[in-house]
């Protein structure tokens, strides 16, 4: 399975972006997919996650503003950023988690798309 991830870009203090993670190739199942951040010089974070039922949880500095969500039609999963703040500026990267036809579980990372907020 591979990603790619786009929608970042520059915007001011309080605004919005939409971040898209879209899969190809085959899978028998996605497990779960995930947005993870890193910001300069700071470990790699979860911001959020949804399984494959459609459960979600969120990292505590984006409770709220952030939503993550996932078109199963396009294979595509989205993370809505809302009243973004300074501090949520970092590479984004999306992650699935997903189960191939030997019922082995793997993980597969998109590229990473940056988000800058500008206060």
């Known amino acids: 399975v591979q990603l790619q991830a786009s929608g970042g870009g520059l915007v001011q203090a309080g605004g919005s972006l939409r971040l898209s993670c879209a899969a190809s190739g085959s899978a028998v199942s996605m497990n779960a997919m995930g947005w993870y951040r890193q910001a300069p010089g700071k470990q790699r974070e979860l911001v959020a996650v949804?399984?494959?039922?459609?459960?979600?949880n969120y990292a505590d500095s984006v409770k709220g503003r952030f939503t993550i969500f996932a078109d199963n039609t396009k294979n595509t999963g989205y993370l809505q950023m809302n009243s973004l703040k300074p501090e949520d500026t970092a590479v984004y990267y999306c992650?699935?988690?997903?189960?191939?036809?030997?019922?082995?579980?793997?993980?597969?990372w998109g590229q990473g798309t940056q988000v800058t907020v500008s206060s």
């Open positions: 949804i399984t494959r039922r459609g459960v979600t």
């Open positions: 992650n699935v988690i997903f189960v191939q036809y030997d019922s082995s579980e793997h993980s597969s």
